[in-house]
């Protein structure tokens, strides 16, 4: 696998279900990010984590909860969503340093994920 | 804060033809950097070209180029050659220059889908 990767593709689940989506990045960046991508809607940037501590967290309710185990690796816990969380999520990566280029971002496919 | 506008949902181009699309930014900065990204209909978001502001001259990527008017807050990326590859949703992109504040956050407009027509 190159660049960066989300499973699942798509998931459906209830609203009391709990469910995670998984990132994994092969660039050897250290910074890792959550964005959240609504119909018609720019794309909401959610959290960001840079060498393994959230440095960013843009107000998301807390039945989203991110999990950074290493560089490599982000998830996103999923727990009593709600309908209107329908949409898909986007992970992305950067090498996170100080130039412009250290900061350009490589997003996953994304996880299309349909809250019922 | 700062906020990217698109001021054109959809747009359409004959293949091989030349398409413009516009984006015009807030901010009170004068350092940052500006981005068009492409998201085709497989849903991978990649880049296609970057602006730095201090820079006075466009940036250009083989088809790709860009009108950067800074007094204005105008980056429109022009696609020379249409080609049917080219039809995806396009996303300009703002991130500030301050290495402190703002360092990671790229803010985006609601994007332009571009139809290419064989």
């Known amino acids: 696998e190159t660049g960066v990767t989300q499973t699942p593709r798509h998931l459906v689940m209830g609203m009391t279900n709990k469910k995670s989506l998984k990132c994994e990045q092969h660039?050897?960046?250290?910074?890792m990010y959550w964005y959240k991508q609504s119909a018609k809607k720019p794309l909401e940037l959610m959290f960001v984590?840079?060498?393994?501590?959230?440095?960013e967290n843009n107000s998301v309710p807390s039945r989203f909860s991110p999990e950074c185990p290493n560089s490599s690796h982000l998830f996103l816990h999923l727990h009593t969503l709600q309908p209107e969380d329908s949409a898909l999520y986007l992970c992305?990566?950067?090498?996170?340093?100080?130039?412009?280029?250290?900061?350009?971002?490589?997003f996953g496919p994304g996880t299309r994920l349909t809250v019922l | 804060a700062q906020t990217v506008t698109q001021s054109q949902p959809e747009m359409s181009v004959q293949e091989a033809e030349t398409v413009t699309l516009s984006c015009t930014y807030d901010?009170?900065?004068?350092?940052?950097?500006l981005f068009w990204y492409k998201q085709p209909p497989s849903r991978q978001m990649i880049l296609v070209i970057r602006?730095?502001?201090?820079?006075?001259q466009n940036a250009t990527e083989n088809r790709f180029s860009v009108n950067f008017q800074k007094a204005a807050k105008s980056f429109s990326l022009k696609i020379s050659d249409s080609q049917l590859g080219d039809a995806a949703m396009y996303f300009c992109?703002?991130?500030?220059?301050?290495?402190?504040?703002?360092?990671?956050?790229?803010?985006f407009g609601k994007g332009t889908k571009l139809s290419v027509i064989p």
């Open positions: 992305a990566s950067s090498p996170g340093g100080g130039t412009t280029e250290d900061n350009e971002q490589f």
């Open positions: 660039l050897g960046h250290n910074a």
């Open positions: 984590y840079s060498l393994e501590e959230r440095v």
């Open positions: 901010t009170s900065e004068s350092d940052y950097y």
């Open positions: 602006q730095e502001a201090y820079k006075q």
């Open positions: 992109a703002y991130r500030s220059g301050d290495t402190l504040a703002g360092s990671y956050q790229l803010t």
